[in-house]
């Protein structure tokens, strides 16, 4: 069964984010965060969102290296939410589709505490290097007309980071109202390099779904919709939105571009698969950065494409010299929903719509092909040379710190997801335990945190590796995501787990986890040279145990790490963290 989409794809030109350049090093910004409407598509109606400066997406702010900024944001928003938040009551409509799947509201009622909301935010840089005290805790939250002045230092490689809400428990609703933007950070390294900066070869992808309530006709009425059904928690929106537009048009010249692209979707996972018109063309495209800037060297994408969960950025090098004017290269997402890293091929992309996997329409956008002076550029074979994978050394005595990530399913509301931060269990400690079995020897930890309230248990020291194991109970792909410095990923391992009936409590966990591969799984838990580089959101697929070496250089205090499914990091699936000077610890007791 398909979809017939209620709105034609490609007729809508890319937006361009408006550019906000802090050019003065100790430089103030202000930035209003207000109501306003924006068009989705040249054939929906004007939307009502929330937006900094009122746009979707918000300003792209450009930074130098080491370069101070201080933004003032300013909390202007006027009247409710301009998101319906609904649960449908059912899974599938009248006619067997999926509810995700389509507009509207689907039969359920809109949440009234949701239309009470009156513009609570908090703004956090993702991926800033930032004093704790202007991260964005979600507890640190303003209302309209109170005043937060942060202050941004900067001093960190050029690379995409992104603003946006993190209010506590609502996060899921204010980004889906409009409240994200780009943070670009310059430094002379890229300039070295080359690398085409700012319009027009230089072009951001801000990349979302979302999904949009009918009138008693049945039209679309432009309104957004965050809806979610009894046996999916999070939204899933059928609409991919680039930019702001769904499923725009960019017309190129025949030569190279950089597109700074970003999964700022509340839920979906993307692979994306760049198609010509019969096969694939993911050959043209480069990758020389993620999540924190450049790549030691480029890479090529993985065989069946490019995949960022929520949160995560790649900077892409794409070829398109030698193509004849008019020659057209579509963008598909293949990955189904919820994504558990199930593997679809490049070459079928086009045909990768599945209502099952709450993915109708694959398509993300277009490329169409300009006459014009055709141009070639060689990618350097060495970009970058400030990083190197940490030494056996300085890992060998390195504290290891293991979160179990669990859904405990309720009765009486949506599932519970949480981390589970576990400790060495004494021998003579009885009670439920999580048992990892590595084939020589068997570990028993019992959990010493499960909730956000939860008592504080990591106290990293600053200059200092750790390594945190984080290990997938679930049967779906979490995105995790560390504030603060990032990490390098270091293995992933597959697992068998067997939780028995009752084994997942309020805040008890009883698990047995082999380091083996469970003979259903068919993942292969390779590492894709992609992810090789710095990373602060890393995606942990089911049956797996993901190990990173993490190391925080610079501020001490309070942040935190969580899922960057926004529906999960509200449902609790976030734990604080706080980082120390060595010399304070024995004070710590």
Not at 40 to 58: A, C, K, M, N, Q
Request: with cysteine.
């Amino acid at each position: 069964m398909t979809l017939t989409s209620p709105l034609a794809p490609f007729v809508d030109p890319l937006p361009a984010p408006r550019r906000l350049i802090a050019a003065e090093p100790g430089g103030r910004l202000s930035v209003p965060i207000r109501a306003g409407t924006h068009s989705f598509h040249r054939d929906l109606p004007e939307s009502r969102i929330w937006g900094y400066e009122g746009t979707v997406p918000g300003p792209t702010i450009e930074t130098e290296r080491g370069q101070a900024v201080t933004v003032e944001w300013l909390n202007e928003l006027e009247g409710a939410l301009p998101v319906t938040n609904t649960v449908a009551p059912e899974s599938a409509d009248a006619e067997g589709l999926p509810v995700q799947c389509v507009p509207g509201l689907s039969g359920g009622e809109p949440d009234r505490n949701a239309e009470a909301l009156t513009g609570q935010t908090v703004v956090h840089l993702h991926g800033g290097l930032t004093p704790a005290s202007y991260d964005g805790w979600a507890e640190n939250l303003f209302g309209p007309g109170q005043p937060a002045v942060f202050h941004y230092p900067n001093d960190q490689r050029a690379a995409l980071l992104w603003y946006h809400d993190h209010v506590m428990g609502i996060t899921k609703l204010d980004v889906y109202a409009g409240l994200a933007g780009l943070w670009i950070v310059r430094d002379e390294r890229e300039r070295e390099l080359g690398l085409p900066e700012g319009p027009p070869f230089e072009v951001p992808l801000l990349i979302q779904d979302r999904n949009f309530d009918l009138d008693e006709d049945g039209e679309l009425t432009g309104r957004l919709v965050h809806k979610t059904d009894p046996d999916v928690m999070e939204a899933f929106a059928p609409f991919t939105v680039v930019n702001g537009k769904v499923w725009p048009l960019l017309a190129v010249e025949p030569r190279t571009y950089r597109f700074r692209v970003i999964n700022g979707s509340n839920a979906r996972t993307y692979r994306l698969v760049l198609f010509g018109d019969e096969a694939p063309e993911l050959e043209r495209i480069s990758q020389i950065g993620t999540d924190h800037g450049l790549l030691r060297a480029p890479t090529a994408l993985p065989a069946d494409g490019l995949v960022l969960a929520s949160a995560e950025r790649a900077d892409l090098l794409v070829d398109f010299s030698g193509l004849a004017p008019g020659t057209e290269l579509t963008l598909f997402n293949t990955a189904a929903a919820p994504f558990d890293g199930a593997p679809f091929a490049a070459a079928d992309a086009e045909n990768a719509a599945d209502l099952e996997g709450l993915l109708p329409y694959p398509q993300v956008m277009r490329f169409r092909v300009e006459a014009a002076a055709p141009r070639s550029w060689s990618i350097p074979a060495e970009l970058a040379t400030d990083y190197e994978p940490p030494a056996e050394d300085a890992l060998a005595s390195a504290p290891r710190r293991a979160i179990a990530l669990v859904e405990r399913e309720l009765a009486d509301g949506p599932n519970m997801l949480t981390m589970r931060e576990l400790a060495p269990a004494d021998d003579d400690v009885g009670g439920p335990l999580v048992t990892i079995n590595d084939g020589e020897s068997s570990t028993g930890y019992r959990v010493a945190a499960a909730h956000f309230e939860d008592t504080t248990t990591f106290f990293p020291m600053l200059g200092q590796y750790e390594v945190w194991q984080l290990i997938n109970l679930t049967d779906d792909t979490h995105p995790i995501h560390l504030h603060l410095d990032p990490f390098q990923i270091l293995a992933r391992h597959p697992i068998r787990h067997e939780i028995p009936e009752g084994g997942v409590e309020d805040r008890a966990l009883t698990a047995t986890i082999t380091l083996k591969s469970d003979p259903t799984d068919a993942l292969s838990h390779a590492i894709d040279d992609n992810e090789r580089g710095l990373k602060d959101t890393i995606r942990v697929n089911p049956k797996e145990i993901v190990e990173i070496a993490v190391r925080f250089t610079t501020y001490s205090g309070r942040y935190m790490y969580h899922c960057h499914i926004l529906e999960h990091e509200d449902r609790d699936m976030m734990r604080p963290f706080v980082t120390m000077a060595p010399e304070l610890m024995p004070f710590m007791a």
